[in-house]
């Protein structure tokens, strides 16, 4: 059967059997697979992996149906050097993303992707962000001639006939990807294939296409996630008037069974996942997960915020997961997983830092060599090992979370990680305050980031690497969203820091469950509750209206938690200015109000 004849008993869409056919005659690969999806090709695919080494089977009644992936040393985290938004112009990319022309990059990625899949299976997988069916939901074509990425995208996103089904004969995002190594004919693979000397993960706005080379490895590899439902979506989200933001959803409910969504966006290594599949320490509080990562988010018409998932799965990092700091994630991860990076017992199960208290004895640490030496300083799982795991395992996944109408979004939460100067919470003062203090989000760089540690690293809305566009036009799009809309009804936006540290440099907070008291505080000042006063930077909870039973925490604790020193805010003040000046005239007049304003507050 010709590839023709193929694609049409696959698809009517005649603009796909075209791209597809396109692609073949550039790649030339050996074969075509075009993926149904389901459990019997997965498994296809899983023994396709076991047989090239590039993952082994787990010990089945330790952990059923999971599989461990060691990837290639050079190819093991997002690669935001070589990230590209290719706009039609340099001025549309802006400041903070990394710019090239967007002809002469096709024509170097049609030269990079001429041949690359020589010897190798094209896969190609349509997939669906969002719940099948759901107006907020968007169809993406990923053509890859990596089965990993083939096995990862079934368990992060809705792929195969259903969104076949559900596409139509409407548009897709198409998305182009290649490990960048064909083979010659007898050519023995390598169990993970990668090109790291010619990494491309570009984006072109204009197109709303996608192009991926050399790298193997997560959101370099798995277009769904960073390059579709954040970098492509965002522009999509500003031209159709919606938000697509790099933020976990989460459902609290009360003693009383009153139950509000919400949508928070924090950088790395700020208590993310932890959050979004938090055990509430409160008695009666329960928090359920709608997802940890992404929110597509468009007003409904009766004027209320609603929010979906788009995706099917958590690509969480590994280490420092626990049934201490995060048991519900564990376990989502106690069956049907990928582990990649992560070190691998002698029992078959896996182990990484932080999982447990004690290591074991003996393992196989990330790059395959025994992990003996406890005093060596080498880690057994590398820092970014992730797992990849279906969200409907999640123990309090929200029985909402595939509703196509999605979840009516009433707080929207901004933090980062900050040891002095911002208070555990306060609230905005309406929606142009509020995504003012989303422009001013940033985080103490932790040491698993490059840099140097405690240097103060600027993550508006937690989109920095994410924002497909000028971040100045991100920043007036919020504020135009805001406007269109009925004030009375927009969520109520917060501000927190689960890391202010006492002068001995320990947690004044203990976080963790015990943040569930302070999601308290915002559900009943949502409900509007008189639980808050107004201060200089906004609403701070009243004396005794955070919730503090049982936690042995004094009162002056308590004071420096909430404290707004004026020296503190000063310098925070000058620093805010100093970043703002990265946008120049771009950035929109109503930000640098609220950054005026709020300085006349701290000197009043």
């Excluded at 106690?334 to 932080?354: H, P, R, Y």
């Amino acid at each position: 059967m010709t590839l023709k004849e193929q694609l049409s008993s696959w698809t009517q869409n005649e603009t796909l059997k075209s791209w597809v056919i396109e692609q073949a005659d550039l790649c030339q690969p050996e074969k075509i697979h075009l993926c149904e999806g389901g459990e019997e090709e997965y498994q296809l695919f899983i023994q396709q992996l076991l047989k090239s080494k590039t993952i082994v089977q787990l010990n089945t009644k330790l952990r059923p149906n999971s599989f461990l992936a060691n990837s290639d040393p050079a190819d093991v985290a997002r690669v935001e050097s070589k990230t590209f938004i290719c706009s039609d112009s340099k001025e549309d990319a802006g400041p903070t993303n990394n710019w090239q022309d967007p002809e002469e990059m096709e024509t170097l990625l049609k030269g990079l992707f001429k041949g690359c899949m020589k010897g190798r299976t094209m896969y190609v997988i349509p997939y669906c962000m969002g719940p099948i069916n759901s107006k907020l939901s968007h169809i993406g074509i990923e053509i890859t001639d990596s089965p990993y990425v083939v096995c990862s995208m079934a368990i992060m996103a809705r792929i195969g006939r259903k969104a076949l089904d559900f596409l139509g004969q409407k548009t897709f995002i198409p998305g182009m990807h290649s490990v960048g190594v064909p083979l010659e004919e007898n050519e023995i693979d390598v169990p993970w294939p990668c090109n790291p000397k010619n990494r491309y993960i570009v984006h072109f706005p204009s197109k709303k296409s996608i192009w991926s080379f050399g790298s193997g490895y997560g959101g370099n590899a798995l277009l769904g996630k960073k390059c579709f439902a954040l970098r492509i979506a965002s522009v999509l989200a500003k031209e159709q008037g919606w938000l697509a933001e790099h933020m976990l959803i989460l459902g609290l409910t009360s003693p009383e069974g009153q139950k509000k969504y919400f949508a928070a966006a924090f950088p790395s290594a700020c208590g993310k996942t932890n959050l979004a599949m938090m055990t509430a320490s409160l008695p009666g509080w329960k928090v359920e997960c709608v997802g940890d990562d992404i929110a597509w988010m468009r007003f409904g018409e009766d004027g209320q915020l609603y929010a979906i998932n788009p995706e099917n799965g958590f690509f969480g990092v590994a280490p420092g997961t626990s049934f201490q700091s995060n048991p519900n994630a564990m376990y989502a991860m106690s069956k049907n997983t990928l582990f990649t990076n992560v070190a691998l017992t002698e029992e078959g199960d896996v182990w990484w830092e932080g999982m447990t208290q004690e290591r074991p004895e003996r393992m196989k640490d990330w790059l395959g060599h025994d992990w003996v030496d406890k005093m060596s300083g080498s880690k057994a799982a590398h820092p970014n090992a992730r797992f990849t795991a279906k969200a409907s395992q999640c123990p309090i996944i929200d029985p909402m979370w595939e509703d196509p109408k999605g979840v009516p979004i009433e707080g929207i939460i901004f933090g980062g990680r900050r040891s002095t100067t911002i208070p555990l919470v306060f609230q905005s003062f309406n929606w142009q305050h509020g995504t003012f203090l989303g422009t001013t989000i940033s985080s103490e760089t932790t040491a698993a980031a490059e840099g140097s540690v405690g240097k103060l690293r600027h993550d508006p809305f937690a989109m920095l690497p994410f924002c497909g566009y000028h971040m100045a036009d991100y920043f007036r799009h919020w504020l135009e969203m805001g406007k269109k809309s009925d004030p009375e009804k927009l969520p109520k936006i917060f501000y927190v820091n689960w890391f202010k540290k006492d002068s001995d440099g320990k947690f004044l907070w203990p976080g963790f469950g015990d943040n569930s008291r302070v999601l308290k505080w915002m559900f009943e000042s949502i409900q509007g509750k008189d639980v808050k006063e107004k201060s200089s930077i906004g609403y701070l909870p009243k004396e005794s209206s955070l919730d503090v039973s049982g936690l042995h925490i004094d009162p002056l604790t308590l004071k420096k938690l909430f404290e707004v020193n004026k020296e503190d805010w000063t310098c925070e003040i000058k620093e805010i200015k100093n970043y703002f000046k990265l946008f120049k005239d771009k950035l929109p007049k109503e930000i640098e109000e609220e950054l005026d304003e709020l300085e006349i507050r701290i000197h009043r």
